[in-house]
């Protein structure tokens, strides 16, 4: 069983946003049921970012309680709603004259990606579950100022980058 979609009491796809308990992986390879601690919230926010790259990586979530807690996060309702509302700004900003934007991001990739992205907003606002992997790695294209999202110049190809998104973001492992 997985953090991935879903946490104790919840229906896959609709992840309570405070859990009070998550499933981790102990050392000897056994399943254990944590009770979440409000110090656990806090240091899963405070450790954010980096969790959110672990996650990006593949680093399963229930390999320890605050990628759980943040996996849990990640996948629940408003996170993939912020993320959604996101992704629709850029298709509509992108729609738009360049000097009218207040966003630097390369146009060229994104009009390219334009149906990557309209693809990636309806999974989003889809229901059913969504792997936090895949969360972690659309958040981290959406921050990247270095990215082919912003940068003109970068040789990665958005579109792909976006494929990839989708496909981690229909990946529940086992």
């Known amino acids: 069983m997985r ?3 879903w946490a104790a009491g919840g229906r ?6 405070r859990v009070a308990r998550v499933l981790v992986i102990s050392a000897d390879g ?3 049921d944590h009770r979440v601690r409000t110090l656990d919230r806090m240091l899963a926010r405070v450790r954010a970012h980096g969790l959110d790259r672990r996650l990006s990586l593949g680093e399963p979530p229930e390999s320890s309680l605050l990628l759980a807690l943040r996996a849990v996060h990640l996948v629940g309702p ?3 709603r912020e993320l959604a509302r ?3 700004r850029v298709i509509e900003l992108s729609n738009q004259p360049r000097w009218a934007s207040h966003v630097p991001f390369c146009y060229r990739h994104v009009r390219a990606a334009l149906p990557e992205l309209a693809g990636l907003h309806d999974r989003l606002v ?5 792997s936090g992997h895949g969360v972690a790695q659309l958040r981290a294209l959406l921050s990247d100022g270095g990215g082919p999202l912003y940068r003109s110049s970068s040789r ?6 976006l ?5 981690a973001l229909d990946t529940l492992l086992p």
């Open 3 to 5: 953090v991935e979609g």
């Open 12 to 17: 896959p796809g609709h992840a309570p946003e």
């Open 30 to 32: 056994r399943l254990v």
């Open 78 to 80: 408003r996170s993939r």
């Open 86 to 88: 996101t992704v629709r």
């Open 126 to 130: 889809a229901p059913g579950p969504v």
């Open 156 to 161: 990665d190809d958005l579109g792909a980058q």
């Open 163 to 167: 494929r990839g998104v989708r496909a």
